[in-house]
């Protein structure tokens, strides 16, 4: 789902914009690839994400890491932004969570293939740490570890 003004300009991009009230309010923004033809992989790391336990409601917090080959559209980085801090007030068990996000973007912006690492802090004692892919990498694609340690508390 993109949301561009007239111009076909992104609409967030350059704008005061408020935090939406949750992941199903919030608007991702795509514009083109300028790299169509190529294979190229995208990171994003969001290290301080939050969300909420759906049983206590007491925060949770997680370090994601979006890795992405582009298709025809890339996703605009403050509407991902956006779309990640509207899960602050967002109940989720870690796996619906991390893999709802990678779903919903793997949907929307169709890219050649997709990962995302939830690396989520402890909870009762035991870190949980979430994966999922949309598939195969695409042959040739370089994909670089994605660089978060395991958890080892004071270790």
Request: proline share 10%; net charge negative; aromatic share 12%.
């Amino acid at each position: 789902m993109s949301d561009t003004d007239t111009s076909g300009q992104p609409k967030f991009l350059g704008q005061q914009t408020a935090l939406p009230a949750s992941p199903d309010d919030a608007t991702l923004d795509y514009v083109p690839n300028p790299r169509t033809g190529e294979l190229f992989l995208v990171r994003f790391a969001a290290p301080e994400f939050t969300s909420l336990c759906p049983v206590t409601g007491a925060p949770d917090f997680a370090h994601l890491v979006i890795d992405y080959a582009p298709g025809q559209t890339i996703v605009e980085s403050k509407s991902l932004k956006l779309f990640l801090g509207s899960f602050r007030n967002h109940n989720g068990f870690h796996e619906d969570v991390t893999v709802g996000i990678g779903q919903r973007l793997f949907s929307e912006m169709q890219p050649k293939w997709l990962r995302i690492g939830g690396y989520w802090y402890p909870r009762g004692g035991i870190p949980i740490d979430v994966f999922w892919q949309s598939g195969a990498p695409p042959e040739g694609l370089w994909l670089p570890d994605q660089g978060v340690a395991p958890y080892r508390g004071r270790g």
